[in-house]
Nanobody
Framework: QVQLVESGGGLVRPGGSLRLSCAAS????????MAWYRQGPGKQRELVAV???????KYVDSVKGRFTISRDNAKNTVYLQMNSLKPEDTAVYYC??????????????WGQGTQVTVSS
């Protein structure tokens, strides 16, 4: 059974930091590209950051320079370090894993989400 379990969300003041973790089980983690998505109140889900199986990263413009995605294949875990948080970062953050074989998606999974609230 595949599971992606997020943790680390919470309430933080503007300018503060949080680190989200997503622990994966039931998959060969090192083969998966991993990503963080978020969905704010009344908004569509958006891609925040992605890290490939090879370690390349990409970010949505609104978080560049503030957020860092990383992975530890030995721990089957992907992280999202969030610094200089803003109220507009408030959202449910979801972990996502995708396995591509010769460019074809052969498996993808979502975590259950963790709430991040940025407020004074």
């Amino acid at each position: 059974q595949v599971q992606l379990v997020e943790s680390g969300g919470g309430l933080v003041r503007p300018g503060g930091s949080l680190r989200l973790s997503c622990a994966a089980s039931g998959i060969i983690f090192s083969r998966y590209a991993m990503a963080w998505y978020r969905q704010g109140p009344g908004k569509q889900r958006e891609l925040v950051a992605v890290i490939t199986s090879g370690g390349s990263t990409k970010y949505v413009d609104s978080v560049k320079g503030r957020f860092t995605i990383s992975r530890d294949n030995a721990k089957n875990t992907v992280y999202l370090q969030m610094n200089s948080l803003k109220p507009e970062d408030t959202a449910v953050y979801y972990c996502y894993g995708e396995y591509l074989r010769v460019g074809v998606r052969v498996g993808d999974y979502w975590g259950q989400g963790t709430q991040v609230t940025v407020s004074s």
